[in-house]
């Protein structure tokens, strides 16, 4: 089974940093592309960043350009995201999902919150 | 505010028809597939249409997808209760290297 998911969320305070993890089972990891895409509470999706097969393409959201840095260990089929300087306006449950530009696998969650 | 500009909602009664309108420009929908996406209340979200038109293995042909320019659709007939959820369209930006996804449109199912 295609499976995505999310760890190392939590509650930080603002200008305090989280790194985020993506463990991938059921399908070759290096052979796809990857992002992550956040939600803040009631509102709708936010693309944030995304990363090739080999690690050697990366695109970031204007939003998180410097704060957020997207890699990928494809010996360990993990994602990670880590984020620096966060803001309250970073808080949100955030997702990796599969697939380039038209995500097609989804995990199911992990959620930042940032506040004092 | 999106760039992909979608109705924040749309309704109509149990097997009755719907469309959500998406747009956008040049750049984005008018470059690139278009894909669309449901996101049940409190689920992750999940793809219903790529490359415009297609579906993914398992999501039934009462959905389905169009395009024309700058703009996609996202058509669903025989409406079920099951079917009350966010839908949001997604596309790449060539100019922004981003990306996008519209506002989201809540359906409701009357």
């Known amino acids: 089974e295609v499976q995505l998911v999310e760890s190392g969320g939590g509650l930080v305070q603002p200008g305090g940093s989280l790194r985020l993890s993506c463990g991938a089972s059921g399908f070759t990891f290096r052979n796809y592309e990857m992002n992550w895409v956040r939600q803040a509470p009631g509102k709708g999706l936010e693309w944030v960043s995304y990363?090739?097969?080999?690690?050697?393409?990366?695109y970031y959201a204007d939003f998180v350009k410097g704060r957020f840095f997207i890699s990928r260990d494809n010996a360990k089929n993990s994602l990670y995201l880590q984020m620096k300087s966060l803001r309250a306006e970073d808080t949100a449950v955030y997702y990796c999902?599969?697939?380039?530009?038209?995500?097609?696998?989804w995990g199911k969650g992990t959620t930042v919150t940032v506040s004092s | 505010q999106s760039v992909l500009t979608q109705p924040p909602s749309v309704s109509a009664a149990p097997g009755q028809t719907v469309t959500i309108s998406c747009s956008g420009s040049s750049s984005n929908i008018g470059n690139d597939f278009v894909s669309w996406y449901q996101q049940l209340p409190g689920a992750a979200p999940k793809l219903l249409i790529y490359d415009d038109n297609k579906r993914p293995s398992g999501i039934p042909d009462r959905f389905s997808g169009s395009k024309s320019g700058t703009s996609a659709t996202l058509g669903i007939t025989g409406l079920q209760t099951g079917d009350e959820a966010d839908y949001y369209c997604?596309?790449?930006?060539?100019?922004?290297?981003?990306?996008?996804f519209g506002g989201g449109t809540k359906l409701t199912v009357l």
């Open positions: 997604g596309t790449w930006d060539s100019s922004l290297s981003a990306v996008l």
């Open positions: 999902a599969r697939d380039g530009f038209q995500l097609g696998v």
């Open positions: 990363i090739s097969g080999t690690g050697n393409t990366i």
